[in-house]
């Protein structure tokens, strides 16, 4: 920086109008005032700021600097009071030196401690050279303004010259860290670093308790193993980390990812044995579940085990879905160690037992030998009812033989001769005087709920309400009740059953939603659901598996196992209605079971919406497997992510349970199907000679769309069985070129498009088709091998396949004879 810019910057004017440009004008130079404490002083005070930092070093002070791992990491946003926070750390950490008001030249001169000069420096005079936050202010700056030259220079004189660096607090962090990271750039400055520690161990016998974490530690993070075990050695017997040191170590190695097996071997050469809720746990977050498996065994072996059951359910979790084996492994390890997470019970039982009135009924029936009774809710409900006993008498007779709990039939009869709610409030908290509880019914908590709301409508047509109260436990039927309501317009009942309904869940608000939602979709009403989910969305609420499920239901038509969906006028809008609804409570963060989708993709498949269902296939890969495109929308829903280690082809992955070998047998024969429906636009030309007929040879169609659909889905990480798929096109082209001929409509349609009927050549049309599915998979498949044999015996196999299951229905009933060794045998279909 040239002399004069500098000096213009010097200008505590200068200072404070950048500032002020900059917004930090919390930050500016201290008042006016601050200088009238130098003119006791010799030399007249020039009022230089006391902000020694250079602007580059703003960023710098606003991270962190891990040292251990050798990365600045984000500690606090430091834009709420800009420059402040900054400036009161370091004054608070550097007092009384950073109060100073010092120039730019006299923070040069004092931390310059190379170069001589005949001015003494505050470091060499006796009153501080001992002084070590002096020696840290300065270092700082040093190391701030030049960077490792600094840090070298002040490291040198500190070694030379014997200067003990603090042992303990804040300060002691901070200068050894900064010298430590001279270290880790210089092999031979942490050498000395090493002996330095170890000289004041044996003179002064004060040590830095960090110093082996921070070394060992950033070895570990990044990835020198071996030199991490080298100074393992070097560090342990002089500089132990202790338990707590040495957990903390464990932990910021497992969160940084770093190298785990080295940390393994350091391990077993220390003594400490409580760090298994330092790795296994963050393990488990990561989603590495086979690392923490390792590590779980690995500690039980050393004794290291857990303290809760909370460190090991999230493995244990992981391991009962997709691992049942493992999971009954690490449990028996478990019981084997001798790991107990059950509470203790207590011996003394006196100052906590109680005894109740039924305690006692039940003692003495079996004293004077009669047995005991259980309260009868109807005849309770009469003794409420009679009038010509007071309430208080009732009750209090109720108390005197012992009762605890009423029905609610009881509470309606005693709720019914009080004129209000405060009344029903009143007689509800003499009944929990007396110890008597209204039980967990959800008639008796929505009477207690609408008395102390003060609800007096809700409350009166829930009491005189002709519906038994055990019937309000049956959701199905209320919702039913509620649809019901909402189509005759009787609104009373329909919001009153609606707080009813939604008072059962934990979130009533969110449950109260959900009902509506679900209401709509009953009685047909698509706009309504539209409209309830686009309200829920911008409230943020959850939609229900159980209402998605009731959306389908009302969106799709019926359809019969094994058959077409039937269609309308308005061809395929179910599907269309039903996929942009699923999608969009997809997108807006909900959860979507995977088991929503297979109707709709099974009825795309069917209708021959091939296009259709080729879009939403690939959306559903994309949207459930790994791919990393929806990925910050997924993260809103979290109940269906897989962890990683996960493969596709688990039984339990959404991508397997999407498409299953069964789903890309269909694809296959969906795509055969709907390619050979259409007419055969070949024609045939008859020669005079009637034992000779030539014809044009038509193109084959293109039968290969399911095997074009599976290889897009592999690359979005779906897996492709291609057993099932090799499969699933032998028996379609033995359905089109074997011995027997299928009396389905579709695979006549087949046969009359590709023109077997017409006098084309079988084996030339078969080797065109062969050469058109081996070019679709990629590989030689199909034009390799011999075809006509391999058709007939598969031919056998499936008419063998087929008469045993024929069998078995007569045996049952369920056929009424067997076709004849020559009649054909229908091809065995994935399609339904």
Known sequence: MRPALQRLLSRPSSLELLQCLLGNTACITPNRQQPLRCQQTKKPARNYTNLALAPQDLEELCVNYDHGHGRKI???????????????????????????????????????????????RLLDSDPHRGDMTLWAFLLDYRHRKYGADGVTMFWDTIRTKGIRIPMTGVLADKMWSTFLSLGYENPMVLEQIWKYADNMDDIHGQRWSKLYCRIIQQF????????????????????????????????????????????????????????????????????????????????LQNGDLPATSKLVEPLVHFLAIYDRRNAVRVTK???????????????????????????????????????????????????????????????????????????????????????????????????????????????????????????????????????????????????????????AKDWAQYRRTLEIQSSRSRCPALEKENIILRSHAVTGDMRSVLQTLSQMHQNGTTVKTKSIASILMGILRPRNRGRRPTLGQTKGSDLGSAIMILKQIATSGNYVPVTAWGEILRRLGMLGQLRELENLCVFLASWYGPSNATRTIRQQSRRYRVPTQVPPSHPLHPLKMLFSGAFQKAVIDWGFIHSLKRKPQHSFTVIPSPDIICHDQPPIPNVTFGITLLRRLHDHGVHVELGAVKKAIS???????????????????????????????????????????????????????????????RAKVTQRRLRRRNQRQIARGTLGSLPSPTSPMPPVSYRN
Not at 85 to 106: C, F, G, H, I
Not at 278 to 299: G, N, R
Not at 733 to 741: A, C, E, Q
Request: net charge neutral; charged share 25%; aromatic share 8%.
């Open 731 to 793: 028996l379609r082209l033995v359905t089109y070129y074997g011995p027997d001929r299928s009396k389905k409509r579709y695979n006549q349609q087949a046969i009359d498009s590709l023109g077997l009927r017409g006098g084309i050549d079988r084996d030339q049309s078969l080797g065109r088709m062969a050469a058109q599915i081996d070019e679709a998979l990629g590989a030689r498949v199909f034009t390799g091998a011999d075809l006509p044999e391999l058709i007939a015996s």
């Open 333 to 487: 390890s478990l019981v084997e160690a001798g790991v107990s997470f059950a509470p203790s019970l207590s011996t003394k039982l006196n100052d906590n037992t109680k005894i109740s009135r039924e305690m006692m009924n039940l003692v003495h029936g079996k004293f004077f030998n009669i047995s005991p009774k259980t309260y009868n809710d109807h005849l309770g409900a009469r003794w409420f009812a009679t009038s010509w006993i007071s309430l208080d008498v009732a009750i209090n007779a109720v108390h005197a033989l012992g009762v605890q709990e009423i029905g609610p039939l009881s509470l309606q009869a005693l709720a019914l001769r009080e004129l209000d709610t405060k009344g029903v409030v009143l007689r509800i908290n003499q009944l929990r005087d007396l110890g008597i509880s209204l039980g967990e019914s959800l008639f008796s908590r929505s009477v207690e709920t609408f008395a102390r709301a003060r609800q007096y409508e809700y409350l009166e047509g829930l009491l005189k309400s002709d519906q038994h109260p055990d019937e309000l436990e049956d959701s199905r039927l209320q919702e039913s009740l509620l649809a019901s309501y909402a189509a």
């Open 74 to 120: 984000p500690k606090e946003p430091c834009a709420r009071n800009g420059l402040q926070n900054v400036k009161t750390a370091a004054m608070d950490l550097y007092k009384p030196w950073s109060e100073r008001l010092w120039s730019v030249e006299q923070m040069d001169f004092e931390s310059n401690l190379c170069q001589a000069s005949d001015a003494p």
């Open 220 to 299: 570990l993070i990044n990835g020198h193993g071996d030199a991490a075990i080298r100074w393992n050695d070097k560090l342990a017997l002089h500089h132990s980390p202790g338990p707590k040191g040495f957990g903390e170590l464990c932990r910021q190695v497992t969160l940084w990812k770093g190298d785990m097996k080295a940390l393994k071997k350091i391990y077993e050469k220390n003594k400490h044995r409580k760090v298994y809720s330092k790795v296994v746990p963050i393990l488990c977050a990561q989603e590495d579940y086979k690392a923490a498996l390792q590590w779980h065994f690995f500690f």
